[in-house]
DNA sequence: GAACTGTACTATGTGTGTTAGTACAGTTGT
DNA sequence: ACAACTGTACTAACACACATAGTACAGTTC
């Protein structure tokens, strides 16, 4: 279900934490799920367990997920809104990518055609 | 003409390097014209000598520039041309960050909104 | 020859990512 | 009660990237 790119030049647990986002906007993971523990993850990928708790601890503090000392760790029923919420702030960053490639010369109805593509692409996968 | 951001978490060889190719797509600096020496940028900028130098042999590598010793650094004729076709090779990161933003409940149209505007703002600052 | 240019090299310090190992408190199921 | 699980906290060590410092050499410009 979760996997890991180690030759990535991108942190484990950054991968981690991105693939764990993925799948509570996808409903793989829905509010309240449990999600793997620690140290089962751990084995799975074959990573330090501290590195799966960092991602882990992130994401509680992001306020994904909620945890319960001894019983596990599950995902937030805000989680989803929260996510949302943190889309919209990166539309400044987005912009910036999109006019870097402006000024580079590509044309902005190619990426308004690239985006419609991507829309249709998700709609049909629903 | 080139500032750099001290407390960035980016690089600040890399700042640089996007720097340049941003003064070159903007024909601030145009074909066979002369960057600044290694010494008095980093003078100028208040860092390493060497820092700025990784930022240069980057950018020779990646055929932006062409040094010539004693004389310096100066800017490559195909440095637009190189330019455009990078940008062309990042459309699939763009496309996934697009793909990202719609997962997360933005709207493709907002996406697209987003792209009119930044491109009028960029044709009406030629 | 002095002053500039790019380039190459070693050494050092700092921060981050990752692994390793240990430990403790709480929950679950038998 | 006990064993096996859960999250959490901590120290130590290693590797790597970024940046700085200093020195050196070859080519150019005036």
């Not at 620690?38 to 799975?44: A, D, G």
């Not at 708790?53 to 992130?58: L, M, N, S």
């Not at 760790?73 to 990166?90: N, R, T, W």
């Amino acid at each position: 279900m979760i996997t890991i790119d180690l030759m990535s030049r991108k942190p484990i647990y950054d991968q981690l934490i991105e693939k764990i986002k993925q799948l509570i906007l996808s409903d793989v993971f829905s509010a309240n799920d449990h999600l793997p523990s620690v140290r089962s993850l751990s084995c799975q990928l074959s990573v330090n367990p501290n590195t799966i708790q960092k991602a882990y601890t992130h994401l509680c503090n992001a306020g994904l997920t909620y945890s319960v000392a001894g019983k596990g760790c599950f995902v937030s029923p805000q989680a989803k809104e929260i996510l949302g919420q943190d889309a919209k702030q990166e539309l400044p960053q987005f912009g910036a990518f999109a006019r870097r490639l402006l000024d580079s010369g590509i044309d902005a109805e190619q990426l308004k055609s690239l985006i419609d593509q991507l829309d249709s692409e998700r709609r049909s996968s629903l």
